[in-house]
């Protein structure tokens, strides 16, 4: 039903769209609770690539994003749960111009 929504959404609301998107984390989170971790993975990298081209490196669904990212590359047999290189989801470098914002660490 998800891939049928997926099909739908970006034939009216386009790739970029916030509910697209929303739709293809959907997507990649059944995946992985179907026994497939590394698709789930694989999904989810290309939608936190594109969540911070549309909406920045800072956004709550960005967020999230990498956190699902993470607890499936674990699930995939990464226990560390590697998130993607910092300058991915750090475009100014680590951290943010804002001194009140936390630095992430490597």
Do not use: I
């Not at 739709?23 to 990649?28: D, F, M, P, V």
């Not at 990298?45 to 994003?65: A, I, K, S, W």
């Amino acid at each position: 039903m998800f891939e049928q929504l997926l099909d739908d959404l970006l034939w009216v609301l386009g790739p970029d769209h916030r509910d697209t998107l929303t739709t293809r984390s959907e997507l990649a989170y059944w995946r992985g609770r179907a026994g497939d971790p590394a698709g789930a993975a694989a999904a989810l990298e290309q939608v936190l690539d594109d969540r911070l081209r549309v909406l920045g490196p800072d956004h709550p669904d960005t967020l999230t994003t990498r956190a699902n990212l993470a607890r499936s590359l674990g699930q995939a047999g990464d226990p560390a749960g590697q998130p993607p290189p910092a300058n991915r989801c750090w475009p100014t470098g680590c951290g943010s111009s804002d001194p009140t914002t936390p630095t992430p660490t490597p």
